[in-house]
């Protein structure tokens, strides 16, 4: 019944900033992590960054380490990616993700939005 839905995709200079939202339904979250992927075109789906549900703890890819920030919103069951300093290389559709704990799959996912970065 876990149902994700990314949003906030789009078109950006390099140098600029994106927030993607990733609203989450169907469930309580205490027990997950929610993640961040992107995946460009003959690429395999890298690892962005992860946010533990119960107490906010972050974890990023070196690749956007200092540039990107993960938040959640307890109360809309929302977790946001915060982009900034955008560099062509960002260039993928994102996805967000979901898994348990104690799990190392994530079991669900989002349809994924684009996020386009111009020189």
């Known amino acids: 019944q876990v149902q994700l839905v990314e949003s906030g995709g789009g078109l950006v200079q390099a140098g600029g900033s994106l927030r993607l939202s990733c609203a989450a339904s169907?469930?309580?979250?205490?027990?997950?992590?929610m993640g961040w992927f992107r995946q460009a075109p003959g690429k395999e789906r890298e690892f962005v960054g992860s946010?533990?549900?119960?107490?906010?703890?972050?974890y990023y890819a070196n690749s956007v380490k200092g540039r990107f920030t993960i938040s959640r919103d307890n109360a809309k069951n929302t977790v946001y990616l915060q982009m900034n300093s955008l560099k062509p290389e960002d260039t993928a559709v994102y996805y967000c993700?979901?898994?348990?704990?104690?799990?190392?799959?994530?079991?669900?996912w989002g349809q994924g939005t684009q996020v386009t970065v111009s020189s």
């Open positions: 946010i533990m549900w119960s107490d906010g703890t972050t």
């Open positions: 169907g469930h309580t979250f205490s027990g997950y992590f």
């Open positions: 993700g979901i898994r348990r704990i104690e799990s190392q799959r994530y079991n669900y």
